[in-house]
């Protein structure tokens, strides 16, 4: 059992370690070949697991060369149109114009049932609303809605813009700890974050969250259930 | 960039992994063959003494192999090599001739397998 335990491990770390060779793009949504992929990696990993008469270079092995394989497909693709198609297909216009193309359902296989379902899982619930939609390589459903049905932004309402409203809020202490990456993206310095929590008579290690953002807009969250403090 | 420089290494460490399981069950089974072929010859003879000497220096080769082989070979296609070439020192030494060619066969025939499954080929692909 011992012996079972060490190679579980083992296997979980080369699994970990093969993902993030593969990158980002694996852990979200998934290409044809990338989803192939995860599949394969993870029945040759409890290959070993399983069985303890498969050596565990067994699985390492085959497990290493579909991410050698992987990155090198994703490297191709990258450098040939060609290639793109044939490996991830092509995103296709399902809706053009509020016209819904029946052809490329049939092709897709999508009865209107899927199509609804997609619909209203992009917020859509009026079919009518919809001026465009494109099923991507990856399945999902882009949704561009009509003129009359999209929501007001900013700039259709022309309010003054400033760019420091774009910067979204980053975690700058977490559990305790500063987090220096976020304090950088909001242009902030520690003293100024210090000064914060001081007239709050609190420490660094007393914040269990805070966030901020570049208009200095912070949201405090203390350990110890002593609740959240909004600025 | 770093990606690829990372799975060039994995591909030529996958390769050259490959390679020395190929090149390491030829060697091993080439001198399997070579000493169940003396034993082949000393059968004739019944030359106890003699063959239980050859049996005892297979054991330790063996074992010496089955340490490396089992990393790289399923555990149970060696087991059954292990298994018939222990019996061979008590067919030797208690002069049960028949019973010792007969393991010498099986011995030579699950070895050919191995190495036959070990090589890249049309068929092995299929």
Redesign the interface.
């Given at each position: 059992m011992g012996i079972l335990l060490v190679r579980t491990i083992t296997l979980y770390i080369v699994i970990v370690c093969a993902l993030r060779?593969m990158?980002k793009r694996q852990l979200g949504e998934l290409q044809p070949s990338e989803f192939v992929v995860t599949i394969l990696v993870s029945n040759i990993a409890t290959l070993s697991i399983e069985d303890?008469?498969?050596?565990?270079?067994?699985s390492i092995?085959p497990i290493?060369?579909l991410?050698?394989c992987e990155?090198?497909a994703s490297?191709i693709i990258l450098k040939s149109n060609l290639l793109r198609k044939i490996i991830s297909g092509n995103p296709c216009i399902i809706i053009r114009d509020g016209v819904v193309d029946q052809r490329i359902m049939s092709e897709l296989r999508w009865s209107i049932e899927d199509l609804m379902e997609q619909l209203r899982i992009g917020n859509v619930f009026d079919i009518g609303e919809v001026s465009c939609a494109i099923v991507e390589t990856s399945g999902k459903l882009s949704i561009f809605k009509k003129f009359a049905s999209r929501e007001a932004t900013a700039g259709m309402l022309e309010l003054p813009i400033n760019n420091e409203c774009d910067s979204p809020p980053m975690t700058i202490i977490s559990d305790g700890k500063y987090v220096p990456d976020s304090l950088d993206f909001c242009n902030i310095k520690r003293e100024w974050v210090d000064g914060v929590l001081e007239k709050r008579k609190l420490t660094v290690s007393d914040v269990f969250l805070m966030t901020c953002n570049r208009r200095a807009q912070y949201f405090i969250s203390v350990r110890d259930k002593k609740g959240a403090k909004k600025k | 960039m770093k990606r690829i420089v990372i799975c060039s290494v994995l591909l030529i460490l996958a390769i050259l992994l490959s390679l020395y399981t190929h090149l390491r069950v030829e060697r091993v089974s080439e001198e399997l063959n070579t000493r169940i072929d003396a034993m082949f010859e000393a059968l004739p003879r019944e030359d106890s003494p003699e063959l239980l000497a050859q049996s005892e220096a297979f054991i330790k080769f063996w074992n010496e192999e089955e340490d490396v082989l089992v990393h790289i070979i399923r555990h149970s296609y060696i087991d059954i090599i292990t298994t018939s070439v222990m019996r061979l020192p008590s067919f030797a030494k208690y002069g049960n001739f028949s019973e010792m060619s007969a393991e010498l066969a099986v011995i030579r025939r699950q070895m050919e397998h191995i190495r036959s499954s070990e090589m890249l080929s049309f068929d092995n692909l299929l």
């Open positions: 060779i990158g303890a008469n498969v050596p565990l270079l067994g092995l290493f060369t991410v050698v990155v090198a490297f | -």
